[in-house]
Every structure is written in structure tokens, then in C-alpha cells.
């Protein structure tokens, strides 16, 4: 199969690595075959999640693991998918997003319920839980979602003075106005600078610099 333009294909419904392998394997060919992006949204997948990473990985294709929510929901008998999910069904996903960091895969989140909703506010919660992303449906959920993986100016402003004391310190604790500043209480100074280089804000230099303070 010829890539063309086709640049990745999610797989929905996904139960086993033997279908990721089995996905691999029918769109395979070309020069340069679509990457892999697997949905986990049933029981079975929840359970064969790691092995579903671990599998996708393993084809050198591997895009993530999204997490669907309302098939999810459906296969467990529940139909109030939006009522909090981040607290009824934070194990499930947990469970996606865990499985794809541990097999280096970005982990991106369910899509919102509603169009006019705060989808900001929806998609900061999976932020918080370690989500790159959100699937969104319209064009105005994609807006807002946005916002809430791109750092304010003023939190970036602080992580930027956290990291740069740090680095002038060549690693060593440091007090900065109240409060110390040390390697393990700036790693998620580290994660804003991330994010901010992917929405232009920083340059990518700047991150690489202060990532080696933290190997």
C-alpha cells in the first residue's frame, strides 16, 4: 500500500496486539506506510492495554492510544458518560494513559459530549491526568481545546525564572524569592517549556538546554 496521503489511521475497536499486528500488516507497503494510532474503548482493550502499546510500538509506526470514552461507557452498561468521568472512570482512563507513556506513546483523550460546552475545561482535566490532546468533532471544540495545552505567558514566565536558576546554580537547590528551587519540584516547570516550544513559544534550543539539568 502507497502512503499517498494518508498520513495515519486510527483503529477503532482495538481488543489485542494481535490486532494492532494484524492492522500493521494489511497497511504495510510503500515507502512510507501510515502510522498507527489505536483506540481503547472496551473492556477487554482496558485489560490489553500495555500489550496493546507494547505492540504498536513494536511496528515502528505507533502514532498513541485514545482513549474512547462513550464506547467504553456503552460496553460497561453506563449511559451518563459526561457526568464526571474524570472521577467515575478516571481508572480506565488512567489505565490508557499510563499504558502509552510507559511505552513511549502520546496518550490523547475523549472527545467533549456537548459543542458549547467548556471544552477548555474538559480538556485541561485530561491535561492534568497526562493527556497530550483531546479528540474533538467540530472545529469549535479543536479552539478551545487548544488553550488548555498551550501555558499561559505569565506560567511560563515562572518556569522559565525557575529553570534559568537553576541552571545557573549548575543543578544545585537555589532560593528564589520564597521558595527553593531544586530539580525534582522543577520537573513540571520542565513539562510547561515542553509544551510551549510546541506552540511556538519557546525555542526548542531553550528546552534542550534546561532538559539536560534533569539527566
Known sequence: ??????????LPLVESPADVVAA?????????????????ET?????????????????????GLFAGLADFTAAMGVWETAEEPE?????????VV??????????????????????????????????CGVMTVHPKQSAQALEAFVPSRERLDDA????EALEASGGAAVKLANRVVEVPM?????????????????????????RRLFQ
Request: charged residues 20%; proline residues 8%.
Open 24 to 40: 500493521a500488516a494489511r497497511l504495510s507497503g510503500g515507502e512510507a506506510p501510515p502510522r498507527l494510532h489505536v483506540l481503547i
Open 186 to 210: 522543577c520537573v513540571p516547570d520542565l513539562v510547561v517549556v515542553r509544551y510551549a516550544v510546541l506552540a511556538g513559544m519557546a525555542a526548542p534550543e531553550r528546552y534542550e538546554r534546561f
Open 98 to 131: 499510563v499504558a502509552a507513556k510507559a511505552h513511549g506513546l502520546y496518550a490523547v483523550g475523549p472527545v467533549p459530549p456537548g459543542i458549547d460546552q467548556d471544552v477548555a475545561q474538559w480538556a485541561a482535566t485530561w491535561r492534568r491526568m497526562g493527556y
Open 43 to 63: 473492556p477487554r482493550a482496558v485489560l490489553d492495554a500495555p500489550a496493546i502499546a507494547a505492540a504498536a510500538r513494536a511496528t515502528g509506526r505507533a502514532g
Open 160 to 163: 522559565l525564572a525557575r529553570l
Open 1 to 10: 500500500m502507497a502512503r499517498g496521503w494518508i498520513d495515519g489511521v486510527m
Open 87 to 95: 472521577r467515575n472512570f478516571a481508572w480506565f482512563l488512567g489505565a
